[in-house]
């Protein structure tokens, strides 16, 4: 459900919010053609040019009703037009939509492209026409958050891995510095005299057993 509308009489949700916002824009149209029709006699009747008859006083109200009923319009039209460019209903933009992972306004938005066929329908040629085009059945809604919600199907989603970029930054090594050199190749000196010094160690020791052996 998206909210109660009293011009319409009914309940507007799923099934008639595409001829809700139809509705907003063939309107729209309607109270700009008349405001533009009358607009002549309207300068007229401020000019005192029309003849001094009770029609005068007609053109004023038409104008004017036609004139307030187009602003009214026309921010309600530009609202809604929001909520479907975001994917939203009204009672989502007051109160964002629960998942597992907290409350989420942008949860269903799946972009500007999507969220339009997401109302209106994939064939833009029926964009316009009173015929029913929007997707999905009023039960289940796909989400962006769907590999972290449960309850929504599951979709095989294969994002960019960074592994490798990650493997192949930490397999690139920097040059090193001179100083960093001259360290290293003490360390290196340092563990090749003191694997000599256990090989004249060890040697030492094999040679006093051969000699215990001797002596026996």
Known sequence: MDHHCPWVNNCVGFSNYKFFVLFLAYSLLYCLFVAATVLQYFIKFW??????????FHVLFLFFV??????????LFSYHCWL???NRSTIEAFRGPVFRNGPDRNGFSLGFSKNL???FGDEKKYW???????????????????????EQPTIDVQ??????VADGQSCATRPLSESQNRLLGNDQHFTEDGLDADHLKLGSKDNVTVSIESES
């Open 128 to 150: 316009l026409l009173p015929v029913y085009t929007s997707l999905g059945d009023g039960s289940t809604f796909p989400t962006r958050l769907v590999s972290l919600d449960p």
């Open 117 to 119: 066929k997401e109302v």
């Open 66 to 75: 036609a004139a307030m009923f187009f602003i009214s319009i026309l921010s």
């Open 84 to 86: 479907v460019g975001k």
């Open 159 to 164: 994002p960019v891995s960074t592994k490798s």
């Open 47 to 56: 000019a005192s040019e029309l003849p001094d008859s009770h029609a005068k």
